[in-house]
């Protein structure tokens, strides 16, 4: 079985600078092929009213939009990510979708969820995020993300996801990621694995192909 993941040489502080120049065109560059994958993990999470939902790396909004509707007055969201620039655009979206009142919105690394106490959300959603964590962090994101969860809740990852044996896609994928990191930021993880590894109990896996990429959408409980 395939177990090595590339690894993420950037700063968090280039990752912030670069998200801040990407929030303008984030949505034509890329949110509409991925909108079919985060819509079939907002399914999977299946938020229903009165919950209290984490979302990680919000990007510009679109899913903390379906989920503020979703969990209503009776319930909270909360947003977390790293880039005040995408804290700009999707702060604008929730006002002009009258939805500001729903959402706390938060700056700051996901590595350090130390702004909300222990067992205090019912689900945590993260889509193409945590193939952004450099691979000693990924387990202390996930730890951090069952700190918070309440006994019971559950988590849905979408990712980019290594299959065994990689196919041709994911090899060139990871060579690309490894000489222009600038432009290829993320890289193929392995979110089932990394999901029972940091103690979840994964309830479900969807499989997924974009731009050839494959696609793994988990459901997983605490
Ligand atoms: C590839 S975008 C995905 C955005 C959105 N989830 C979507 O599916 O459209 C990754 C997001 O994660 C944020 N991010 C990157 N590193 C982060 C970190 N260490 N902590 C929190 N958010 C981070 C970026 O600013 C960006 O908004």
């Not at 399914?43 to 909004?61: D, M, N, Q, W, Y």
């Not at 387990?139 to 309440?150: H, S």
């Not at 299959?163 to 890289?187: K, L, T």
Request: hydrophobic share 40%; with cysteine; glycine share 8%.
């Amino acid at each position: 079985m395939e177990t090595s993941v590339s690894r993420v040489e950037r700063s968090k502080e280039d990752a912030r600078s670069s998200y801040n120049r990407l929030s303008r065109w984030y949505d034509a560059l890329s949110g509409s092929s991925e909108k079919k994958y985060r819509d079939q993990g907002l399914e999977k999470l299946s938020a229903h009213s009165g919950e209290r939902i984490l979302e990680i790396g919000f990007g510009t909004g679109h899913c903390l939009v379906t989920l503020a509707r979703t969990v209503g007055l009776a319930g909270r969201v909360i947003g977390l990510d790293i880039s005040d620039g995408m804290l700009a655009v999707s702060t604008k979206r929730l006002e002009d979708e009258g939805l500001k009142d729903n959402v706390d919105l938060h700056i700051g690394d996901a590595a350090d969820l130390s702004f909300l106490t222990s067992q205090s959300v019912d689900g945590v959603f993260m889509s193409f995020t945590l193939e952004l964590f450099d691979t000693p962090e990924i387990p202390l994101v996930l730890a951090e993300c069952k700190r918070v969860l309440k006994p019971g809740g559950r988590i849905v990852v979408v990712a980019m996801a290594k299959q065994s044996p990689p196919g041709v896609a994911v090899r060139i994928y990871e060579w690309f990621h490894a000489h222009f990191e600038a432009y290829a930021d993320c890289r193929p993880i392995l979110p089932r694995m990394m999901l029972e590894q940091a103690g979840f109990n994964v309830r479900d896996v969807s499989e997924s192909v974009m731009w050839g990429l494959p696609v793994e959408i988990v459901l997983a409980g605490k």
